[in-house]
């Protein structure tokens, strides 16, 4: 577990709402669909290369999970619940996360990371619809006021995961209509990604619904170590994040679907 300093609990009285700079997503399979910008991944003759806009990174990720919902004490959703920590568990030690070594810059080296714990959160109840606006409300309450959840640091990555039924909505766009998964940051100092458990054709394709998750889950994980505020890490102005310009291309890693992502080395999604 990473350490808690006493002085670093932040209040939901100090924190601001997230920044406007975009927002970086999943998109629905087959669409065209990126929120913030065009899906200038599929631009023809455009050679992505994403630059560094000297913001932070994410150097040794510490995964905490939140999983939101009554729903998520069945035991079906319990087993479930244990798969997701257990890829989290896997992929931060995989050579998915060696690979991002190339965008280290000498202020955040990145390296192979770790889940540091989970919580299930009851309060408030889950709708059946939710605002990027109520789940920053809500990971700010956690953070607060709950003992069991880690504190934020800099290489702290919050994954909310909703259980089955929930759509997300977040600047007009919502869940299984324009994206299936998202990250974003809290004042710069809160870093999280949000995954609903989506089992529409645009998000899942022909792929099992957990292997589509795990294809989310990566493609947020390795976008938030590279540009956890977005637009301020590595990214591109036309092509996006590293994870935008690749998706739905996929390879296993550890039996586990990860989605490719973009290697300005290697000069295509690997």
């Not at 669409?31 to 910008?37: D, I, S």
């Not at 995961?161 to 007009?172: I, N, Q, Y």
């Not at 209509?177 to 529409?200: L, T």
């Not at 619904?209 to 637009?231: M, N, Q, V, W, Y």
């Amino acid at each position: 577990m990473s350490s808690k300093p006493v002085d670093s609990r932040i209040s939901e009285r100090t924190i601001v709402p997230a920044h406007h700079d975009p927002v970086r997503i999943v998109p629905l399979q087959r669409t065209e669909v990126l929120f913030g910008v065009g899906n200038a991944a599929a631009t023809a003759g455009s050679v992505p290369n994403v630059t560094y806009r000297d913001g932070p990174l994410i150097s040794a990720v510490e995964v905490f999970t939140l999983f939101w919902g009554s729903a998520w004490k069945a035991a079906a959703e319990q087993s479930l619940m244990h798969d997701i920590n257990v890829f989290f568990d896997v992929i931060c030690q995989s050579v998915l996360i060696d690979q991002l070594a190339e965008y280290s810059v000498p202020a955040f080296p990145i390296r192979r990371g770790q889940r540091i714990g989970s919580l299930q959160v009851q309060t408030p109840p889950i709708k059946p619809s939710v605002s990027d606006t109520a789940i920053q409300h809500m990971l700010q309450h956690e953070i607060a006021t709950n003992p069991g959840i880690a504190l934020p640091t800099p290489n702290t990555l919050y994954f909310v995961v909703l259980p089955r039924g929930v759509r997300v909505t977040m600047g007009g766009a919502a869940s299984c209509q324009a994206f299936c998964g998202y990250h974003n940051d809290i004042a710069g100092r809160v870093f999280y990604a949000v995954v609903p458990y989506s089992e529409c054709v645009g998000c899942v394709g022909d792929m099992a619904p957990f292997d589509a998750l795990t294809s989310t889950a990566s493609h947020e994980l390795c976008e938030a170590i590279t540009d956890p505020i977005p637009g301020r890490g590595w990214y591109d102005d036309l092509h996006g994040e590293i994870g935008d310009i690749c998706p739905w291309k996929t390879k296993r890693v550890d039996n586990y679907v990860v989605q490719l992502e973009w290697s300005n080395r290697a000069k295509a999604c690997i």
